[in-house]
């Protein structure tokens, strides 16, 4: 809390009190420990996306599936976008094929993450900015 107030000048009391506010809000959900996968011995990460499937067969191998780091239940083509950690390409398709066995699927292995776990501030409507307008040649 000490560093938070210096970064924001603040005292430690203050930021303390409103850390504290944030959390009773359910602003704040928790707090975790980021883990560098590879460090561990996951040599990929991979986005599957799953197709139309019973919702608790799909629910039900996640939840029996370590390997899923991340799972979200989406709109769209896709029901599901899973993202993954396996140790090497056989790991790769042994994981992937539980889920082909329920519907299609559709792999890509991950490169290089450009952008993770970017904090958020709450949204300003004076920072959206409008879409560019066509111009009509009438």
Known sequence: MAELGRRVHLSQPAVTERVRKLEAAGVITGYRATVNLQKLGYGIRAIVRVGRADYARVVRLIQQTPEVVTAY??????????????LDVGHLDAVVTKFCLLTETSTSIILNAAREHQPMLPPRREDIKPPIKKVDNA
């Open 73 to 86: 239940n989406v709109t769209g083509e896709d029901s599901w976008i899973l993202e993954i950690a396996v």
